[in-house]
């Protein structure tokens, strides 16, 4: 039937754009917390990588200046090895208002310096980012810059610090969000189906029992939808169509039986004016015979009356003659 097909199709379009809908929704909401994940995934293990290859780094003290210079050797190697464990592109360390920066020539000193000096000033780990890219589904900090205190004994407080690219986070996400996709494609086909399955029997079924109902309303047998609960609405209308084809049925039985007895008082009448007309017409004839029996009656009692007194003897035969002629 044309019609329940276009419902089908109608109810196929809207329950898979709502799912893509819904399903898109989903994976933007998963994106963005898997992607925080792994930046405090990344941040955490950066913040380790400081305390644990720079926490007993030897500090660069005011000392003699082979000795100075040795020590920064020192440290820019440690800070390099520790940067490298970490994936950084570069770190930086401050003691006692010496600062040193190792790495990439892509590295970043002023936000460097700016989060050495707060997590010196605060005296705990702090994160922060910098740069913009584009990530997964919007724009995305470039960097991430992680710095802890550093504790080398007495006087030797100070901080070191690492700039994580994030690119790494974005792309592995990205890799693996094709992934997700086609999972949720493949949820997005069984869900519809089942969807058009559930509808085709819930909706589509019914809806064709009540439309064979209507269109058998000329010979109706009663019958209701037995396998619809009465809670249901196709059950209700399925029941309401039943009482209102019954009710069809007996006015049609009404109307037949009043057009019988309609019959039968227009025959009734037919034949009160044939009895009618014949009864005017018996009474014409009547009529005439009785204007004919006058009109001839009258001269022939009047010539009988004369036959009469011609028989009788007292009369002269003059008068005789004056009654024959």
Known sequence: MPRSRSVELNYILSLAALLALAMLMTLLVMLMLWQRDMVQELAIRGKAALTAGMGRSPAPVEAVAGAVELRQQQLQRTLKKTARSAGAL??????????????????????????????LSQGKPITSSVGAAWGVVSSVPRYLIV?????????????????????PVYQSIRHSHRLVLAYLLVNL???TAIGLVRFHKLTVCPMNRLVRLADSYHDPDDETFSMLPERSEFGRLSNALSRMLQRIELDRKQLQATVL???KANQSLRDTRQEMVRTEKMASVGRLAAGLAHEIGNP???????????????ISENEKKDFSS
Do not use: K, M, W
């Open 189 to 191: 086909i069984i869900l």
């Open 261 to 263: 007895s309609l019959e």
């Open 90 to 119: 570069c770190g930086a360390i401050r003691f006692n208002n010496h600062e040193l920066i190792a790495g990439s020539d892509d590295c970043r000193p002023g936000p460097l310096s700016a989060a050495l000096r707060q997590a």
């Open 147 to 167: 710095a802890v205190p550093v504790d080398n004994g007495p006087g030797t407080t100070g901080a070191a610090a690492l700039l994580l690219p994030l690119a």
């Open 300 to 314: 022939l009692g009047i010539i009988q009356g004369y036959l009469g007194l011609l028989g009788q003897n007292h």
